[in-house]
C-alpha cells in the first residue's frame, strides 16, 4: 500500500513539474480567460438586460509586437493605476488624429508608439478621453471571443463606430487653414 502510495505520490510530481510551466508558458504568450466587469463597454461586453458578466478569451499572442488595428477591442494596464487591467476599443493609432469628446485638447495627434482608446458606452469610461494618448506597452492581450454566457458565445470582430474614426488628411488641413486647430507634427 505504501509503495502505491510513493508511486501515486511520484506519478503526480512530475506530472505537475510539466504541468506548471507548459501553463505558465501558455498565459505569458498565447491566451488567457478573464471577466469583463464594469458598463464601460456596453452594449458590445455585459450588455444591461444581464446580471452577471462576460467572460472573454483574451489573446497574447495577437499583440505581440504590439500589432493592434483600430476597432479592436484590447485588454491593458490603467495608465492611472498599472495593478488595474481595464479592456477598451481602439479608436486611433500613432500618426492618426482625433477629435476628442472630453479631453483637454480638443484634437489630439496620437504620438509615436501610442494609441487613443475609448470605452464603447461614453460617460461610463474612463479612457483616453481622460488620460490621453495610451502607450502600446500597456497593451497585453486582445479579447477574442465571448466565451460566457453561452447564449452570447461570438467572435468579437473590430468595429469602428462611425462617428469615432480618425480624421482624413482633407478635414485636418480645413480645421487648421480654418485657424480651428493647430496640430503639432510628430
Request: proline residues 7%; aromatic residues 10%; hydrophobic residues 40%.
Amino acid at each position: 500500500m505504501m509503495q502505491m502510495a510513493r508511486r501515486y505520490f511520484k506519478s503526480f510530481a512530475s506530472g505537475f513539474v510539466v504541468a506548471v510551466p507548459v501553463t505558465v508558458t501558455f498565459l505569458d504568450y498565447v491566451g488567457y480567460v478573464a471577466r469583463v466587469e464594469g458598463a464601460s463597454m456596453q452594449p458590445s461586453l455585459n450588455p444591461e438586460d444581464r446580471s452577471f458578466n462576460d467572460v472573454v478569451l483574451l489573446n497574447r499572442w495577437s499583440v505581440r509586437n504590439f500589432r493592434v488595428n483600430r476597432g479592436d477591442v484590447v485588454s491593458l494596464a490603467s495608465p492611472r493605476d498599472p495593478e488595474q487591467r481595464i479592456i477598451k476599443r481602439v479608436i486611433a493609432l500613432e500618426g492618426d488624429t482625433v477629435k476628442t469628446r472630453t479631453y483637454k485638447n480638443r484634437y489630439v495627434r496620437v504620438p509615436t508608439g501610442h494609441c487613443w482608446i475609448e470605452g464603447d458606452n461614453f460617460g461610463h469610461s474612463l479612457d483616453s478621453n481622460y488620460f490621453g494618448p495610451v502607450s502600446l506597452g500597456l497593451v497585453h492581450a486582445r479579447a477574442s471571443h465571448i466565451l460566457w454566457p453561452p447564449q452570447r458565445w461570438q467572435r468579437i470582430a473590430p468595429f469602428l463606430p462611425e462617428d469615432r474614426s480618425p480624421l482624413d488628411q482633407d478635414t485636418i488641413d480645413q480645421l487648421e487653414e480654418q485657424g480651428v486647430i493647430t496640430i503639432p507634427k510628430t
